[in-house]
């Protein structure tokens, strides 16, 4: 399965972090992040469904999936791909949560400001070779 | 190591047994915002260093009295027996840091100490505008401090540091003079 686009979404809908794999060659430019962006509501509608922080497939574009991991704090962190598997995106987006609380914990980040650090950066994408292939 | 030194280390093991614990993660997570807020405040890497030196200096004043009466040492000989105190005693007391000491120079006026980790930098990544912020500047104030009060001027820097990239953390100090006991009175 190819896994497109990865967003973390602070709690005033503010983005912090993208990471964009592929984008498809006949589709306007930046139609992921449109896309990725336009499941914001269903997923604060399926946050008050459920107690689980992993909230599954939320939403769905034509062929694409859409599957959202909401913390405590209503940070989100969403994810745009083409098949489901669900074992490997709850692993992948359980670990990239627990990047963020490290990062939350350096005293030089502002809380809910864009996350510039190129580790992190690094990070998420060997997770993401590591959970979903290239 | 020597047996001096293995002895220090077992002072250094007991005094830590007997002293309080405080959650490092508490500790780790109020000096960052300590630190942070004095880079909001200052806004300049090498001066928040200065404040932070500053802050070590009347700290360690004070902690080289709790040392000496909660530690089991004896006098120190000479600066080597020093270094070896404020290594195995010192750092493994207060800290729980295991650190050693390395490069003492011929004449005994300078020596490197390694220290093995520092909680202060769990978590910690610093911002590329702070590249030059000696993060743990504190230490070498309090060395400086304590040090002062046993009558030894020294000056205390980072040779090394994890947080700027290096592969440990290093704190070099120089033995600048000793000092005179001070009397408060003058004979008549």
Avoid at chain 1, 51 to 66: A, P, R
Avoid at chain 2, 65 to 79: G, H, I, P, R, W
Avoid at chain 2, 122 to 138: G, K, M, N, Q, T
């Amino acid at each position: 399965m190819s896994v497109l686009t990865f967003i973390i979404v602070g709690k005033r809908d503010n983005p912090l972090y993208e990471l964009v794999w592929q984008m498809r060659k006949d589709e306007p430019a930046h139609l992921n992040q449109f896309v990725i962006h336009a499941a914001l509501d269903i997923v604060e509608d399926h946050v008050w469904s459920t107690q689980n922080m992993f909230l599954k497939t939320v939403d769905k574009y034509n062929d694409l999936y859409i599957s959202a991991f909401s913390t405590a704090s209503n940070v989100k962190l969403m994810l745009l791909h083409d098949s489901r598997s669900e074992d490997s995106i709850k692993g992948f987006l359980s670990d990239v949560y627990e990047l963020y609380i490290k990062t939350l914990c350096n005293p030089f980040y502002d809380v809910g400001t864009v996350i510039h650090s190129t580790s992190f950066d690094a990070r998420v994408k060997s997770l993401a070779k590591k959970y979903f292939g290239g | 190591m020597s047996q001096q030194a293995k002895n220090l280390q077992r002072a250094g093991d007991i005094a830590f047994s007997k002293m309080e614990k405080v959650n490092s993660e508490l500790l780790s997570l109020t000096y960052g915002a300590m630190v942070s807020q004095l880079v909001k405040e200052f806004e300049d890497a090498a001066e928040v260093s200065r404040q932070l030196e500053k802050m070590g200096y009347s700290i360690g004043q004070r902690l080289i009295d709790e040392l000496l009466a909660k530690a089991n040492v004896s006098a120190c000989e000479d600066f080597k027996d020093t270094a070896q105190t404020i290594a195995k005693v010192g750092f493994k007391m207060f800290m729980g840091i295991n650190a050693s000491v390395a490069n003492v120079n011929e004449e005994g006026t300078e020596f490197s100490l390694l220290l093995e980790d520092n909680p202060l930098n769990d978590f910690v990544e610093l911002p590329e505008h702070l590249a030059d912020l000696r993060y743990s500047c504190i230490y070498c104030g309090v060395i400086r401090g304590a040090l002062e009060m046993v009558n030894m001027r020294v000056e205390c820097s980072f040779a090394k540091d994890v947080l700027a990239g290096d592969d440990s953390t290093e704190i070099k100090v120089i033995l600048v003079d000793k000092l005179e006991d001070e009397f408060p009175f003058k004979d008549a």
